[in-house]
């Protein structure tokens, strides 16, 4: 067992290889076990783990105390023993059997006659990559995945086997079906299966369908906001809930944190006090009591009406102002930036799931996507915090084009000089495709990024992603992660974008320019071109 190298995965994570499975998890459970100083969150992936850190200097510091770590003396009795039952009449069950040379019936008896280590979580809460004890049933994923996989499909894909938490697309061949509830917030720990646990599965005839429980009514009194119309999209955000990327939840929270903490700065409350976050404009609420606002972010016209319907006066952005009871605040659409994020003295006070009031569009955690009637209750307003006075906006966008900042790595070594060179000699234009998940962007000038042919035709395992990161899929058009992004991914990482440039980032409209720009991760100082290849490196311990 050894620790192989460190890369740099921007500014604030460190991305560690190591040399195989028990590596990976003894590692990951020796960090858990002992944090390093301000760690945030560990993940363990197939042959890495990605460690997250609260600021860049922290993550300078732990390099040294990363290549330290004594994997020869993590304990190793923290694993469990889970059994999961499984009806063996998958849809693909007879070509796995046609791919392995085993049959439908030789299937069963290799996934059922092996014992399956919980290797990583990823893709959805609840979904664990699990390991088996010899290669039988190494299957390649689908050619096309399907566009909705039932849940508590058992599937094979690669070297790998998973349950499928929640209906979700994927491209794994589907060989059973399950009751276990991989994913239940009701429980402890939520995740029936986490990293180091050793997992059977046992054959059985029929299953039994569970049905779910009835949602808990909500408040229906009290101060509040009633959306009058949620826009193209409004959800409720505060500061997200990172540290749970081992069960395949995201950080989440708002995905420009600046303007988030400027409106609520303005209201009086905490700077992580959830607030609405509205895309391109369209969002109307209507005051239950007398209410105190104000809207950061993208620069929307601000139009307030009375109980009849009527104009009653316009706001100012970047301002505390009052809603009175009845009235109604109406936002327009963005002239300049795409989110704009509304607060409201007391914070909207709607239940927290796993520590956060944050909406996950990845895992579907946390409240709904606002629609016409939802009533957002009001906390109570802080007692010894004054309302703030008008400030300057936050927002750093041109109105044309973004410059954004990236660090290398960590995976740019999958990528020759031509490839960095189209990277950064070329604007990117944002696709209307763009969500919480990730920006989209197609090259201006027509340049793909291209792999290096040395790294070969295989794809690389998968390992943790930051937000920031710039995932390059097969077509070569990057994909830049926002707070919603997935705990892992599969595609190389070519550069990271430094997360001080991240609220400009999530401002970016659809046709915007984007040009990036190398800089130095440790003083995050532009880099001449003949340098960006020093910096980038894998260091060994």
């Not at 290889?17 to 990951?28: K, M, Q, Y």
């Not at 509304?342 to 569009?361: F, K, M, Q, Y």
């Not at 097969?474 to 070519?494: E, K, M, N, Q």
């Amino acid at each position: 067992m050894s620790l192989t190298g460190i890369r740099r995965a921007g500014p604030r994570a460190l991305l560690v290889e190591l040399s195989d499975l028990p590596s990976v998890l003894a590692f990951h459970s020796r960090l858990l076990a002992e944090p390093l100083p301000g760690q945030l969150d560990v993940v363990a992936a197939a042959a890495t783990v990605l460690v997250k850190f609260g600021t860049h200097a922290e993550a300078l510091a732990a390099r040294t105390a990363v290549g330290q770590v004594d994997l020869d003396a993590v304990p190793r009795d923290s694993s469990r023993d889970v059994t999961i039952e499984v009806v063996y009449d998958g849809e693909d069950l007879a070509e796995v059997g046609m791919l392995t040379g085993l049959g439908p019936d030789g299937v069963v008896a290799a996934h059922t006659g092996q014992l399956w280590t919980a290797a990583f979580g990823g893709f959805a809460p609840g979904f664990t990559y699990l390991l088996g004890e010899n290669h039988s049933l190494d299957v390649p994923r689908r050619s096309s995945p399907r566009t909705a996989v039932p849940a508590g499909s058992v599937a094979l894909g690669g070297t790998f086997s998973a349950v499928y938490p929640r209906q979700s697309p994927g491209g794994w061949q589907l060989i059973g079906r399950t009751t276990a509830v991989l994913w239940d917030l009701e429980r402890e720990s939520p995740a029936l299966v986490r990293p180091g646990d050793r997992v059977r599965y046992v054959a059985v005839r029929e299953a039994i369908a569970l049905t779910p429980a009835p949602p808990a009514g909500g408040e229906d009194t009290g101060p509040a906001l009633v959306v009058d119309s949620p826009g193209l999209q409004s959800l409720v955000q505060d500061r997200g809930r990172p540290g749970l990327g081992d069960l395949g939840v995201s950080a989440a929270g708002a995905v420009d944190e600046q303007s988030t903490r400027q409106a609520n700065r303005l209201v009086g409350n905490e700077a992580g006090a959830a607030v609405i976050e509205n895309v391109l404009g369209g969002l109307s609420v209507r005051a239950v009591g007398d209410q105190v606002l104000a809207v950061a972010g993208a620069v929307v016209p601000l139009e307030i009406r009375d109980a009849s319907g009527a104009p009653a006066r316009c706001a100012a952005m970047c301002a505390p102002f009052a809603l009175l009871d009845g009235e109604t605040l109406s936002l327009g659409e963005p002239t300049l930036g795409a989110r704009s994020y509304l607060a409201v003295r007391g914070g909207i006070d709607v239940h927290p799931v796993l520590g956060s009031r944050s909406s996950d569009s990845m895992s579907g955690i946390g409240p709904a996507p606002l629609s016409v009637g939802t009533r957002l209750p009001v906390g109570r307003a802080p007692l010894f915090q004054m309302v703030g006075a008008p400030e300057e906006s936050t927002l750093r966008l041109g109105v044309a084009s973004a410059e954004l900042r990236i660090t290398l790595g960590p995976r740019d070594d999958w990528f020759d000089s031509r490839a960095l060179e189209a990277l950064t000699g070329q604007d990117w234009i944002t696709s209307e495709q763009s969500n919480r998940i990730g920006v989209r962007l197609r090259p201006a000038g027509n340049r793909a990024l291209e792999r290096n042919l040395d790294c070969g035709a295989g794809e690389l395992p998968s390992e943790g992603t930051v937000a920031g990161a710039l995932q390059v899929p097969p077509s070569g058009h990057p994909v830049l992660f926002l707070a919603d992004h997935p705990v892992t991914g599969g595609y190389p990482v070519i550069a990271v974008v430094v997360p001080e440039d991240l609220p400009t980032a999530a401002q970016l409209p659809p046709g915007h320019r984007v040009l990036f720009t190398i800089v130095d991760p440790a003083t995050l100082e532009p880099l001449e071109p003949a340098a960006t290849g020093a910096v980038s490196e894998g260091t060994q311990p």
